[in-house]
């Protein structure tokens, strides 16, 4: 037999009436817990957290991304002492300036 017979056996009604009680009453806040937690806005309100939490992340791990690649296009671009590399900088510049003509000739020819 287990413990819970052996003893139910030996406790008087009041006691038997104060366990159901104590066990009504745990059952009532179990309940009331379920229902906050299946409550649509509970839903909602945990999915929105989630949402802004990995948002929030994504953006931190972009952020990071992006100032690495910034500081090693001003290592490449400037020197330790903050001088321009002149040598980097001139044909970098070339190539940019070159290809925005391209794209201002080719617009132009489209719209003739």
Known sequence: MSDTS???DTRTPAQIEADIKRRRETLAETLDELGVRV?????????KAKVVS?????????????????SDVKGQLVTEDGAPRLERIVPAALVVVGIV???AVGSRRRKS
Do not use: F, Q, W
């Not at 409550?39 to 999915?47: M, N, Q, S």
């Open 101 to 103: 003509g391209l794209l």
């Open 54 to 70: 990995n948002i929030d992340h994504t953006l931190g791990r972009a952020y990071v991304g992006v100032n690495r690649v910034v």
């Open 6 to 8: 052996r003893t139910s």
């Open 39 to 47: 409550h649509p806005k509970t839903i909602v309100g945990d999915a």
